[in-house]
Structure formats: C-alpha cells, structure tokens
C-alpha cells in the first residue's frame, strides 16, 4: 500500500483537495460522471447502468486486461440479479424479509424469514401477543415501504472489482469522496432549496455521527486555549456523550451555553453544536447574532417531509446524513459542507485517520440513492407526488394526525406544538410532520415519564438524555407502519386508563 499523504498545508491542500462545487452545470455534469439516465423502471437497466457506470469511470493510463466474453459477462449479471431477485420475492407475509446474506435456512435449504418486531413464525405471519411498542430508536424504517415500490431506483449489483483499493482512484490519496456523489449531493440540496453548496467544501464521514466530532475535534485545533463545547438543551444527546468520550486536551464538554459572552462557566472559547430542526423537539434554531464562539448546525432533519423549507441554509458548518433523508441508516454516509479550507481539511484528516476514508460501496449505493431521488423530481414521465419527499411527508401527516386524535382525549400528556409555514419546495404551506413526538407529562406524580410509557409497554427515550426534565419522553414516529400501529394502540390503551 503506497503511504498516505496527510494534508496539513492549506496551500498545499488547495491543490490536492477538490475545489468548491462550481456554478456551472456544465462542470457539475463534466464531475458528475454518469452517464445517460435511466430510461425504463425495469431492474435490469438500472444494473446495466451501474456496469456501464463502473466501465465509463476505470482509469485509463494502463492497459486493462481484455473485457470477458459477452455470454461470460451476461452470466454472471444473470447470477446477481437473480439471487437479488429470488431474495426480494418472499414476502414473509408482509412482516419480514430475505435478503441475499440471510444466514437461516430451513430443512429444505430455503432461506427462513427474518421476522420483523413483533412478529414470529417460519413466514412471520404470527403476531407476538401484548409485544411492546418500541419507539425509541431513531431507525427510519417508513421508507422501506416506498423503496419496495420503486426497486429499480435504489437497486445498485457491485462487482467483486469494483474500487478496492484506499484511494477512490489511482494517484488520489487524500480526496476520498466519489466526484458522483458529491455531484449527488449537490443536486439533490439544489432540488430542495434547503442549503446553499456554491462555493463551499464538502467533507465526507461515515454518518454525520462522525462528523460532528470530526468538527469539534478540527475547530478546536484552530483555538489557542481549551474550547469550551456547549449545546443547548433539549439537545441531541449524541453533543455530549461524544464530547466526553473523546475529549483531548484541546476541548471539553461544558453544558450549557452563556450566550450573553464568548466564554462558558470554565472560560476559553466556545464551540457550539444546535440541531436545527432540533432533535428532539423539532424546532428551527438559530443562535442569536451577537453571539460569539463557532457554531456547528446540524440539519439532519431539514428536509421537506420533515419540516417545511422556509430558506436555503448558509452557515459555516453544516452537517446532514443519509439515513433521514431515504432511511438508508445502515449505509453510513453523512456529509458536512464547509466554508473555510483549513477546517475542511482538518475534518477530512480526522475522517482518514480515524476510519482511512468513507467506505466506497456505501458511497456508490448513496450515489445511486441520491441521484433517484433527484430523478424523481426532474424526470418527466414521473408525477412528483410519487417522490420520496411527499411520500414521506403523507406518512408523518397522517401518524400525527392519529397520535394528535388519542392525546386530544387526556390532559394527562401534551406534545410539542408547530406552527404550519410556507415551504418553497412543495409551494404551499406545510403541516408539520416531525419524526419524533417530544411528550411531557402532565401531572404532578408522572416525574418520570418514560417510566409511565413503560408500564403501558411504550419503551421511548427519557429527557435526560437530550439534557432535559424526565418529565420529557421523545417517541419516535420513524419506523414501520406496523411499529405505529402498535405505538396507537399502546398509547390508546394508556390514555383510556385517564
């Protein structure tokens, strides 16, 4: 393996590095490196044009071996797609599913279902009586539903060749971000209006959860003295448990924010991380222009079936992932976009050492991902409404629509409130449609309000953990419509008691 160059050279970086995203769409296409769009909703020509995608991108300073024959290459194509094909046709009666890597095998060497929550039996068609209703992982799984009504659009077959080295090419040692996907990227925040990229540095990590710390780690290089990192609470509880597991000398965890200075309780600059929309109240956050100190805004959720559009973002560290964006949480890619080239470079020096890049499948299946969702929009023949976006937003509506109805007949708990405003992406006002319901409970003796979820078999996280009152719960509304419904049910039940 040829030894890595760590850029610590800005100047120097600037020449290795990729320039900010160019306004020109020719440059955006000449980057892009795709190829023609995909032209019919069969599977086969979405992985034909993968191949063709893989083809069009392979260095050509060498000569490369001879292609196979065609009846060789259309052989194993045939293989892959089958296997993926027979894996996706069980339907493990709607509550489970097969994939290629399913390990179980029944007695007749058939893979055996793997059963979704709450369900059993060889075809999971078996509901577990009285199952608990969990709400309080963050997994997006509501999307499943509309990649299995669209398999062409996020069906990528990798061969076994396909980039596996450290360096996405050849010669490119410290650039380990794929100019498709970066080019993805792009268009999909030009689609939705939400952030502004023109000009600016994009670091890619393995999830956002990489960068954040990526982030705080790289500012507080920057500073002469120990950084002082703050969230306001409620806040993800990701800030703090990070902040203190890989604290150095150069930075701390310190609660609060003072935002009447630069300085917290312990003195020393201020780094400051906000969730805008906020995780887990879903509020747009800003920090007040007089305050000093650097901010870290995570917009993990400002997308628009999760909140409404109101500007294109353009702060100086911004953070987004994947997962909330098309439920592809397992994938792990998350991207931060940057103005200065010195804190880009620190970030992606973080990124190479403490993972040596970002996980080039994950990044051509994200690319693919991204890239659909953008074609969703733009391709004439498909109705926008079948986007990923309304999709998304129809599903929350109608869930807050359901919770709303069943805490409306108990003064026992309230819910957060949000005000519908204009979205310059769907054109309209937006109800709101959150991911997570922020529950406080209302009487006296409740102090402790996930333990009162679960007693009625409701497992949510507790306030504490966003820096909160226990009072608080956050119950997710991320995950399968059949994790809702058994949530409704639990919640009814609860409510019914008085």
């Given at each position: 393996?040829?030894?890595?160059?760590?850029?610590?050279?800005?100047?120097?970086?600037?020449?290795?590095?990729?320039?900010?995203?160019?306004?020109?769409p020719?440059?955006?296409?000449?980057?892009?490196?795709?190829?023609?769009?995909?032209k019919?909703c069969?599977?086969?020509?979405?992985?034909?044009?993968?191949?063709?995608?893989?083809?069009?991108?392979?260095?050509?300073?060498?000569?490369?071996?001879?292609?196979?024959?065609?009846?060789?290459?259309?052989?194993?194509?045939?293989?892959?797609?089958?296997?993926?094909?027979?894996?996706?046709?069980?339907s493990?009666?709607?509550?489970?599913?097969?994939?290629?890597?399913?390990?179980?095998?029944?007695?007749?060497?058939?893979?055996?279902?793997?059963?979704?929550?709450?369900?059993?039996?060889?075809?999971?068609?078996?509901?577990?009586?009285?199952?608990?209703?969990?709400?309080?992982?963050?997994?997006?799984?509501?999307?499943?539903?509309?990649?299995?009504?669209?398999p062409?659009?996020?069906?990528?077959?990798?061969?076994?060749?396909?980039?596996?080295?450290?360096?996405?090419?050849?010669?490119?040692?410290?650039?380990?971000?794929?100019?498709?996907?970066?080019?993805?990227?792009?268009?999909?925040?030009?689609?939705?209006?939400?952030?502004?990229?023109?000009?600016?540095?994009i670091?890619?990590?393995?999830?956002?959860?990489?960068?954040?710390?990526?982030?705080?780690?790289?500012?507080?290089?920057?500073?002469?003295?120990?950084?002082?990192?703050?969230?306001?609470?409620?806040?993800?509880?990701?800030?703090?448990?990070q902040?203190?597991?890989?604290?150095?000398?150069?930075?701390?965890?310190?609660?609060?924010?003072?935002r009447?200075?630069?300085?917290?309780?312990?003195?020393?600059?201020?780094?400051?991380?906000?969730?805008?929309?906020?995780?887990?109240?879903?509020?747009i956050?800003?920090?007040?222009?007089?305050?000093?100190?650097?901010v870290?805004?995570?917009?993990?959720?400002?997308?628009?079936?999760?909140?409404?559009?109101?500007?294109?973002?353009?702060?100086?560290?911004?953070?987004?992932?994947?997962?909330?964006?098309?439920?592809?949480?397992?994938?792990?890619?998350?991207w931060?976009?940057v103005?200065?080239?010195?804190?880009?470079?620190?970030?992606?020096?973080?990124?190479?050492?403490?993972?040596?890049?970002?996980?080039?499948?994950?990044?051509?299946?994200?690319?693919?991902?991204?890239?659909?969702?953008?074609?969703?929009y733009?391709?004439?023949?498909?109705?926008?409404?079948?986007?990923?976006?309304?999709?998304?937003?129809?599903?929350?509506?109608?869930?807050?629509?359901?919770?709303?109805?069943?805490?409306?007949?108990?003064s026992?708990?309230?819910?957060?409130?949000?005000?519908?405003?204009?979205?310059s992406?769907?054109?309209?006002?937006?109800?709101?449609?959150?991911?997570?319901?922020?529950?406080?409970?209302?009487?006296?003796?409740?102090?402790?309000?996930?333990?009162?979820?679960?007693?009625?078999?409701?497992?949510?996280?507790?306030?504490?953990?966003?820096?909160?009152?226990?009072?608080?719960?956050?119950?997710?509304?991320?995950?399968?419509?059949?994790n809702?419904?058994?949530?409704?049910?639990?919640?009814?039940?609860?409510v019914?008691?008085?």
């Amino acid at each position: 393996m040829k030894n890595p160059v760590i850029c610590t050279n800005s100047e120097v970086c600037e020449r290795l590095l990729p320039r900010p995203p160019s306004a020109s769409p020719q440059a955006r296409d000449d980057d892009r490196g795709w190829g023609s769009s995909l032209k019919t909703c069969a599977l086969c020509v979405s992985v034909l044009f993968n191949l063709a995608f893989w083809y069009s991108s392979a260095p050509q300073q060498v000569a490369l071996a001879p292609p196979a024959p065609a009846a060789a290459e259309s052989s194993w194509l045939s293989a892959a797609v089958q296997a993926a094909e027979t894996a996706a046709m069980r339907s493990c009666s709607g509550h489970g599913d097969v994939f290629i890597d399913t390990v179980l095998v029944g007695s007749d060497g058939a893979q055996i279902c793997e059963c979704h929550e709450c369900f059993t039996g060889p075809d999971c068609a078996v509901p577990i009586p009285d199952c608990a209703a969990d709400a309080d992982s963050g997994d997006p799984q509501l999307f499943e539903d509309y990649w299995r009504r669209h398999p062409e659009m996020g069906t990528v077959v990798t061969p076994g060749w396909y980039r596996m080295g450290y360096q996405i090419r050849d010669g490119q040692s410290m650039n380990f971000l794929n100019n498709a996907l970066e080019a993805a990227i792009q268009e999909l925040h030009a689609l939705t209006g939400n952030a502004v990229t023109e000009g600016r540095y994009i670091v890619l990590g393995t999830g956002s959860m990489q960068l954040i710390n990526a982030a705080v780690h790289s500012l507080a290089l920057q500073q002469p003295n120990v950084s002082n990192v703050v969230a306001l609470a409620p806040y993800y509880g990701a800030y703090e448990l990070q902040t203190k597991i890989f604290s150095t000398a150069n930075y701390r965890w310190a609660g609060e924010p003072e935002r009447s200075s630069s300085t917290s309780l312990n003195g020393g600059p201020v780094i400051e991380l906000i969730a805008s929309p906020n995780n887990p109240t879903a509020t747009i956050q800003e920090v007040p222009s007089n305050t000093s100190g650097v901010v870290v805004y995570d917009h993990a959720y400002y997308w628009p079936h999760l909140t409404a559009i109101t500007k294109a973002v353009d702060n100086d560290i911004m953070l987004f992932t994947l997962s909330k964006i098309t439920g592809h949480a397992g994938t792990r890619i998350g991207w931060a976009i940057v103005k200065d080239l010195d804190l880009s470079v620190k970030m992606m020096n973080y990124v190479f050492l403490n993972t040596l890049g970002v996980s080039h499948d994950s990044q051509l299946r994200a690319t693919q991902l991204l890239h659909s969702v953008v074609k969703s929009y733009t391709r004439p023949t498909m109705s926008p409404e079948k986007g990923i976006f309304h999709y998304g937003h129809e599903v929350l509506l109608a869930r807050w629509a359901r919770l709303e109805a069943i805490f409306s007949k108990s003064s026992r708990f309230s819910v957060q409130h949000i005000e519908t405003q204009h979205c310059s992406f769907f054109g309209k006002k937006s109800a709101p449609s959150p991911g997570y319901a922020w529950v406080y409970c209302e009487r006296d003796e409740d102090v402790d309000c996930s333990e009162v979820m679960l007693r009625a078999n409701i497992t949510g996280r507790a306030g504490m953990f966003f820096g909160s009152s226990n009072r608080y719960v956050r119950l997710t509304l991320l995950r399968r419509q059949t994790n809702f419904e058994n949530l409704a049910a639990h919640l009814s039940v609860l409510v019914s008691q008085g």
